[in-house]
């Protein structure tokens, strides 16, 4: 995508490399939400290869898809499918009598015709005053997304949660180089603070029970950084869980907790792989 110029000023700085902070807002499909594996080393490989100082990929929680810039895009592109016939049959016919596939590579080729069609119909397509740009990319020419997962430098430059998945470059010169912007300025505990819901009292400001308490607000981003020493305090953790008040998992966070550094992780499966890390730590020092 950053090759295309149609995203030339908004994707590329003044020297032609991708800008060194990227959001990238997904709709938390199966395929692409910020909690899964498989979006940790896409994004990974894209914060690598861009040289980023920061890659924030965001989605919405169940009930507020309302809000999902992504979602509210899709309802002019199903609208443009109205009607309209793919053709399954463009190079010739892969089925048989009974509609069973006799003819995988003729299956393919009918398969990449449908796409390109389906391209070329929402190339046509403008929203919000913007030209939708459609190209269909045929999987089998497309290299796959490496499984295997560093949980050592995950742990110096990761945090994923639910809904949120945070890649930001370290301090280190040596391991990541110099930074490209003034983000660690802006913030210097490098990662974005967890959504906390506070109250007044009193007493002054207070950390509410919940969101639905009377009178309670998150605040904006820079509120949130200015209380972040006083919600550890309060919280008595030297690293607040980003999950915390997130009703939809909070029976979990124990659970997807590392015992030995605190750290929080959006599945048992990711926890328990980053806790081989620990024991790694142990073996060496015995040794």
Not at 34 to 48: C, E
Not at 50 to 58: G, M, S, Y
Not at 204 to 223: C, P, R, T, V
Request: charged content about 20%.
């Amino acid at each position: 995508m950053v090759k295309l110029q149609e995203f030339k000023n908004v994707a590329l700085d003044s020297s032609d490399k991708v800008k060194s902070i990227v959001i990238i807002t997904v709709d938390g499909g199966p395929d692409e939400n910020p909690r899964f594996p498989k979006t940790l080393a896409s994004s990974i490989d894209i914060f690598k290869i861009h040289d980023l100082d920061a890659l924030f990929v965001l989605t919405h929680a169940p009930g507020q898809s309302a809000f999902n810039a992504v979602e509210r895009r899709m309802a002019p592109l199903s609208h443009d499918l109205s009607g309209l016939i793919l053709p399954h049959d463009h190079f010739g016919t892969h089925l048989d009598a009974s509609c069973n596939t006799i003819d995988f590579e003729l299956e393919e080729q009918n398969f990449n015709k449908a796409g390109e069609v389906l391209a070329e119909v929402w190339s046509d397509t403008v929203i919000d005053s913007y030209p939708i740009v459609a190209s269909y990319v045929n999987l089998s020419s497309t290299s796959q997304v490496p499984s295997n997962i560093d949980e050592s430098w995950c742990a110096r430059h990761v945090i994923q949660s639910q809904y949120t998945l945070q890649i930001v470059r370290c301090n280190s010169k040596g391991f990541c180089g110099e930074w490209r912007s003034n983000f660690l300025q802006i913030f210097p505990q490098r990662f974005l603070p967890p959504p906390i819901p506070f109250a007044r009292s009193l007493s002054g400001l207070i950390i509410a029970s919940n969101d639905s308490e009377q009178g309670g607000f998150y605040g904006s981003l820079f509120q949130r950084l200015q209380l972040n020493k006083f919600v550890c305090e309060e919280i008595k953790l030297s690293q607040v869980p980003f999950d915390l008040f997130c009703t939809t998992v909070k029976k979990s966070l124990s659970k997807r907790t590392c015992k030995t550094c605190n750290q929080y992780f959006p599945s048992i499966e990711r926890m328990k792989n980053h806790s081989k890390i620990h024991k790694g730590f142990v073996l060496q020092g015995s040794l």
